[in-house]
């Protein structure tokens, strides 16, 4: 469906916005997708990113700067989600020795065990978004959206 129909727009938008307003519309669509697989799991897309981030360092701890430089919203409030998923018991924080001012996250078990049953469910969700489009159409899109978002 064209982006005037979904947003009922009676007027004629130039290229510009139309492309804007398809990445955001697109961006809500995929968002609210993927809310609805986290949601059983009571954490939200920001924590899902933290957990993801924490599990790329296999076994060794992030401090604040490495998950905050990694995420994909970076005006996330990092400390904020490592406090929410410490509450769940999803990750460790602790001083680390060698530099007091130093915070150093891991991932516990129960973390890594909530993203194993993650993973198909966000793999299918991930397929369910680019089935309609052929590999080189996909290849396309990426590399349209690298070519819009790098000036």
Known sequence: MKIEDEIKSTIA????????????????VIIDNFNDILKPYDISGEQ?????ILRGQKGSPA?????QERMLARTSNTTR????LLLKNLVTRNVC???????EVLI???????LNELDPKVIEHEEFFSNNLSSQEA?????????YRNK
């Not at 401090?63 to 998950?67: Q, T, Y």
């Not at 989600?81 to 929410?84: P, R």
């Not at 290849?139 to 070519?147: D, F, G, H, I, R």
């Open 139 to 147: 290849e396309q899109l990426n590399s349209l959206l690298e070519k």
């Open 108 to 114: 516990t078990q129960k973390g890594l065990d909530v």
């Open 48 to 52: 899902y990113n933290v957990l993801r």
């Open 63 to 67: 401090n604040m700067f490495v998950i």
């Open 97 to 103: 020795p060698e530099n007091r001012r130093k915070i």
């Open 81 to 84: 989600l490592v406090d929410k």
């Open 13 to 28: 938008l130039d290229i510009s916005k139309k492309i804007i307003l398809n990445v955001l519309y697109t961006q809500n």
